[in-house]
């Protein structure tokens, strides 16, 4: 079962009104440009759930398994990644995402991996959480 919906970083998830509103007020400059500022990169994400785990996906293609990292604190998954410019004439990168997680996960019990791009962190239930089938007498 998915839990989160895939958002593409590229796109705005604002509604039509939303973008009309975005795209009028955006012809007009605030306390003289002062305060504008590029939206922050976001990393797409997908989240399911199954009976004994939550598998969390996060596209990251291009990036070293040096410049990612990955920490779990009171159910919420944070992964961020970070480039410093090594070359001259190369900018700097950092983009982070977090994610809510449900309660009754093994926090001492989760593997990630990253291939592809892709990296993979899985989840493992606690056994007393997972579903168990009961006998009617």
Known sequence: MKLIR???PALPSARDFDRLLNEFWTGFPRFGGLFET???PRIA???YE???SVLARFELPGFKKEEIGVQLENSVLT???ERKGEKEGESAFSASRSVSLPDGLDPEAVGAKYEDGVL???LPKRPEVKPRLIAIK
């Open 6 to 8: 895939y958002d593409y």
């Open 38 to 40: 590029a939206p922050a």
């Open 45 to 47: 994400a997908d989240l």
């Open 50 to 52: 199954n009976e004994g």
């Open 79 to 81: 992964v961020s990644v």
């Open 120 to 122: 993979s962190v899985t």
